[in-house]
Each structure stands twice: as C-alpha cells, then as structure tokens.
C-alpha cells in the first residue's frame, strides 16, 4: 500500500510545476473479480473479490519526453492449500501518437509484481519483481454525449510466462473535472515457482470515478 500511495503523491507534487501545460488524471475503481486457475497441477476452486484499482496520469505537450502512467491492482485465488495472491504496480512511459476525437497511446514500462503463493499448504513468497511490459491505448470520443469508449492492453509474453490486463472502457463526464467510468477487465498470469507451474485468470466487471485536470 505504501508502494502505491508513494508513487500517486509523487506523480501529485510534479504535475503543479507546470499545471497550465501538463494534463493530470486520478482516478479509482472496484474491480469485481471472478478468479480460476491451477496452482502445481491442481485446479483451485473459483472465486471472487472485489480489490480496488488505482491509477494516475501525467501528460504533456514537450516533444519526444514520453508521458507517464502509474496503475496499482490485485489478483487473489484459491484457499487454504492452494492459493495465489498478487499485488502489480505498474509504471509505463508513453506516447500520445494521437489525439482528436480518437486517442492512440503506445508505450513500455514495467510492472512489479509481488506477493505470495501457496502450494500443498506450503507458502511460497514471491519476491518483488519487475518484468517488462508493453502498453497500448485505444480511445474513441463520442461526440455532444461527454463520453469516451477504449481499450487498454498492458503485458507481456516471454516463453511459458506471460503476464497480461485486458480492459475494455466507457467513461462520462459527470461534471468539470470529474469522469465515471465503467468496464470489463482480464488478467491473466503465467509463470513457474518452486513447487510448480502456476496459471490465474480473473475477470469482471468495474466502476469507478476520475478527476482530471
């Protein structure tokens, strides 16, 4: 937690240094997952959550200085003998290659993922670490409604490991500054630990709420 909340305040102090020229983004969601998987072999009874989802945004208009994107998530399976628990924390530079009425936004990053996983009734920690990413945003505005649909990709696939979000997104302008917004999110992970292969999937539905200014 202190991880995210560092890396939020961090992007807050820079943005007012130039708040005529930067664009910034908050914004906070529920996600409400439906998670499956196998942890070594053995199929883990499905479940549900609903973990919050942090982000924030940094844009400006200086050429070939790539923006930035911070976002914080959870993915939890299993019970007591098999079990999987994951913070990711996302930190990406990007490039706005477009933006009209239709926004293209390309970039990389990395996304450190940690947390723990138990295998047999024995806890496995996984250490903290970052695995690089790719990230592609795709964005359309309505026109005359105040909304903007999308979709979000950021992962990676390296051998038999693969880390990956998958959103699809509609946001409304509520009033000055602030958005709702609403969609589908899949994550997905792969990748092995001492005791075995571990694969996790989760899905849902969330809604939440963004401030720009």
Do not use: C
Not at 21 to 31: D, P, Q
Not at 42 to 63: D, K, L, R, Y
Not at 143 to 150: A, I
Request: net charge negative.
């Amino acid at each position: 937690m202190m991880k995210r909340l560092s890396a939020v305040l961090a992007l807050a102090i820079f943005a007012p240094m130039q708040a005529q020229a930067i664009g910034v983004e908050f914004g906070y969601a529920s996600w409400m997952q439906d998670n499956s998987g196998t942890i070594a072999g053995t199929t883990v009874s499905p479940s549900s959550s609903s973990p919050g989802m942090i982000w924030a945004e940094v844009e400006h208009p200086v050429p070939m200085i790539p923006n930035v994107r911070y976002a914080s998530s959870e993915l939890s399976i299993g019970g007591a003998a098999n079990s999987l628990n994951l913070q990711f924390n996302d930190f990406v530079l990007y490039y706005n290659l477009w933006d009209t009425l239709a926004t293209v936004d390309v970039g990389a990053g990395i996304r450190d993922m940690s947390g723990s996983a138990v295998v047999a009734s024995v806890s496995n920690a996984i250490p903290s670490a970052p695995v690089p990413v790719v990230f592609v945003n795709l964005a359309g505005k309505i026109p005359g409604v105040g909304m903007t649909v999308g979709y979000r990709y950021t992962g990676i696939s390296q051998g038999s490991s693969s880390v990956s979000s998958t959103e699809l997104y509609a946001n409304y302008e509520i009033m000055a500054g602030f958005e709702a917004t609403l969609g589908m999110r899949d994550d997905s992970v792969n990748f092995d630990v001492t005791d075995g292969a571990i694969a996790a999937k989760s899905s849902g539905t969330f809604i939440g709420v963004m401030y720009k200014f």
